[in-house]
Structure formats: structure tokens, C-alpha cells
């Protein structure tokens, strides 16, 4: 591609991600002065017509300062505590700022159960929508008060792809205390070099981004790249970009080459298989014989229970699996038609003989493509 941060100039709706690294200094809380003038550049790039979602870190950081606690905590219950005091005094740095620039803010606080839930996701998604409509800014944070360890994003570039996906943004910004994705950590390593943009889903990348990260963010890269993977499924392009450079997002605004750009190569998928891949926990696995996943990679065909191998996990009717190739490879995730039991039972037979192998017939599909979507 000639030059993709040209690509911007056409795009409308973003989502901008800050995360802890820039938005706490340690010891000292939130970055007040900074929650300032991001909101003014915020602003500048409304008036130029583009429609922001804020997603923002920073409540555990606010509360600890609050509470008068010197270390961030390990127990989930006082990071709950934390966060909940910290949340108060983050929503209110944003919409003081914002108000200043005459833009209503508004909260959203989520949860991963929320996005899971097929219901609640649709009204998050239209709360999102009518909030966009009515011109004001939704800022946008995990609920951390009711997460549990289990069902949390636990970072927000996890979070901020999700709400992408959710709003169909064009951009995902991911504001960092780095000026983009380096081919090592620059904290570690001095001459680490800059890449300035790829295809979001090169193999390469994930060996440039590796597993370390900041002392007071969740993630590091591993976590901004697998966000731009995930943001790419619904065609978003993702910019990884410092948030200490105060020009930087109207200089991304005008197409001028800022950040790490990440472009989706892949064919969007439509928005329930989105939902489908991202956001249930599964209960179980169905490992598929070589055929079966030519089939559904290939053709986009259904499950059938002759395809399946082996059997893993318990779960239930409509509840969700994944697929894997016989070397347990992911390649698909899907809402069963049956449950463990009977999916033990039929597997490797063919859909005629479910009548004589249970007793009665639901569907000749263990999971029919209209709830399967191809991950891997
Ligand atoms: N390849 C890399 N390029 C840039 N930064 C990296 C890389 N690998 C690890 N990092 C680390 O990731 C940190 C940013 O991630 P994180 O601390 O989670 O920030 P945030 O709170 O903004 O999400 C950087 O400060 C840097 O030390
Ligand atoms: N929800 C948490 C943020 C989690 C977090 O630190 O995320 P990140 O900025 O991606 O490292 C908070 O507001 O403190």
C-alpha cells in the first residue's frame, strides 16, 4: 500500500482508546493536565466532523489515589473497591474537560457477561448509537466493581476492539505511552525500530510484540495487536499511537504517517458471527476430522456429526464451543444443537442414525453455519 495513513482522511467514526500507561504517573494518580488537553484534542477532531467513542483506563489508578493507597492492590475485591472510588474522579476529569469544549459526556460501563449476553449487547450497541446520534461523547470503561476474574476484559484494548466492533467504527486509536509497535520493547531495548504500518494480520507481528509490558498497564502489545486483529474483523484499521505527542491525533486526523498503522486484510465478518467469535466464554471443544474442517473453511458448510473425532467439556444445547483440527488447532467457534452427552453419542456417525442413537431428532447438524463462524 502507497501510503495507508492517507486512508484516514476518509474516515468517520473512531474509537479512542487511553490507557493507564499514559493517563497515571505512579505514586500519583490520575494525569489530570493530560485528561485535559486529550479531551481538547477531542474535540478539534469532532469539529472536523469525525464521531469519537472514548474508551478510558484510569479508575483503578484514581481510586488508589482517593483512598490514599500507595500499591496497587492484588485482591479483586479492593481493586473493585479502587476502581468503583476511581471511577467517580475519572468520569468527572473527562466531562469537566469536556464541557469546556461544550461536549456532553456520558458513562458506559461494561462487563464481559454484557457483550455475551445476545440482549444486552444489542442495547449496549444502541445506546452507543443513539448517543453518537444526539453528538455526545460516550466514554466508555470495563465495569470493574461486578468483574469477576473470570468473565473480565482485565485490559481495555480488549475492551476498545469490542466496542469497535460493536459501533462498526472505520478507526480504532489506541493511545499508549509508546510512539507505536516496535520489533522489541523500547524500555528494553534502545535500538529497538519503529514500524510504521502492515497488514493487521501478519505472523510476523506477534514476535515483535511479544509478552512485556508497562509498570501500570494491564496488556502491552500483545494485547494492542490481538485488539487490532479483532477491530479488523469488523474492516476497522487500527493505529497504535503515543498519547505524550499533543498533535499526534490531528496529525493522524490529516492523514500524516503517526503511529503503527494495522489494516484489516480480512473479509469482514457480518455482525452476529462477529458477536458469535468475541463474545461468549465456550463451555467445550469438538474436535473435527480433516474433512470436516475443509468443509467449513472451504465452503462454509455446517458440522455434521460424522465430521467430529472427539468431545470435550460439558455443555448444553445452544451454548457455545470451539472447533478444533486434529493437531487441537482452533478453526471455528459455534452454538451445539446438542448437548456433551448426546454430542458423544453421534459423533463420527452420520445424521441418519441420530434417530436410532437417541431416540428422537433435533437437527442433522451438530451446529448449523448460520451459528459457526470460522476463526482459524
Ligand atoms: N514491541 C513493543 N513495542 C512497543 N512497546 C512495547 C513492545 N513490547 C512491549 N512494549 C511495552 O508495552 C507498554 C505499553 O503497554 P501497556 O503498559 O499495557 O500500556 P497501556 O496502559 O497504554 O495499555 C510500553 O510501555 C512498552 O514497555
Ligand atoms: N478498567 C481498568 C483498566 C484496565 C487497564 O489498565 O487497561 P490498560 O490501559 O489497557 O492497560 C481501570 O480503569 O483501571
Known amino acids: 500500500m502507497e501510503n495507508p495513513h492517507q486512508q484516514l482522511l476518509s474516515t468517520k467514526r473512531w474509537v479512542i482508546k487511553i490507557g493507564s500507561a499514559l493517563l497515571t504517573k505512579p505514586g500519583e494518580g490520575l494525569d489530570v493536565d493530560r485528561i485535559r488537553w486529550l479531551s481538547g484534542e477531542i474535540a478539534e ?6 464521531e469519537i ?73 444502541s445506546a452507543l448509537h443513539t448517543l453518537l446520534e444526539m453528538g455526545v461523547l460516550p466514554v466508555v470503561n470495563e465495569n470493574d466493581a461486578i468483574a469477576t ?21 472505520d478507526v480504532l486509536v489506541i493511545l499508549t505511552d509508546q510512539d507505536g509497535l516496535f520489533d522489541s520493547d523500547p524500555r528494553l531495548n534502545p535500538n529497538a525500530r519503529m514500524l510504521a504500518a502492515s497488514a493487521a494480520s501478519n505472523p510476523n507481528l506477534d514476535d515483535m510484540a511479544g509478552d512485556s509490558k508497562g509498570e501500570l498497564g494491564r496488556g502491552g502489545m500483545a494485547t494492542k495487536l490481538a485488539a487490532a486483529r479483532r477491530a479488523a474483523r469488523s474492516g476497522a484499521t487500527t493505529v497504535i499511537l503515543s498519547g505524550k505527542h499533543p498533535l499526534n491525533l490531528r496529525h493522524l486526523a490529516a492523514g500524516q504517517g503517526v503511529g503503527t498503522l494495522l489494516w484489516p486484510d480480512m473479509k469482514p465478518i457480518k455482525a452476529r458471527q462477529q458477536w458469535l467469535a468475541g463474545h461468549l466464554i465456550p463451555k467445550g471443544r469438538l474436535m473435527l476430522d480433516d474433512g470436516a ?5 472451504q465452503q462454509g458448510r455446517s458440522i455434521l456429526p460424522v465430521g467430529v473425532r ?35 453419542r453421534i459423533m463420527g456417525q452420520p445424521s441418519q442414525a441420530i434417530q436410532s442413537l437417541l431416540g428422537y431428532v433435533d437437527e442433522p447438524e451438530l451446529i448449523h453455519r448460520d451459528n459457526l463462524v470460522v476463526t482459524g
Request: aromatic share 4%; net charge neutral.
Open 149 to 169: 476474574d473470570e468473565i473480565r476484559f482485565g485490559d481495555n484494548d480488549t475492551l476498545a476492539a469490542m466496542t469497535a466492533n460493536l459501533v462498526e467504527a
Open 293 to 297: 474442517v475443509a468443509v467449513i473453511k
Open 310 to 344: 472427539q468431545v470435550d467439556g460439558q455443555f448444553t444445547r445452544g451454548e457455545l464451543v470451539l472447533c478444533t483440527d486434529l493437531q487441537g488447532h482452533e478453526v471455528a467457534r459455534g452454538l451445539v444443537n446438542y448437548s456433551a452427552d448426546e454430542a458423544v
Open 45 to 50: 477532531l469532532r469539529s472536523q466532523g469525525k
Open 53 to 125: 467513542v472514548l474508551v478510558t483506563s484510569g479508575s483503578v489508578a484514581a481510586g488508589m489515589q482517593r483512598l490514599g493507597w500507595r500499591r496497587r492492590p492484588h485482591a479483586l475485591h479492593q481493586l473493585q473497591a479502587a476502581a468503583s472510588v476511581g471511577q467517580m474522579g475519572l468520569i468527572h476529569a473527562y466531562a469537566t474537560a469536556c464541557e469546556q469544549h461544550g461536549i456532553h459526556t456520558a458513562q458506559i460501563l461494561l462487563t464481559h457477561s454484557d457483550l455475551a449476553d445476545r440482549g444486552r449487547h444489542l442495547n449496549a450497541r
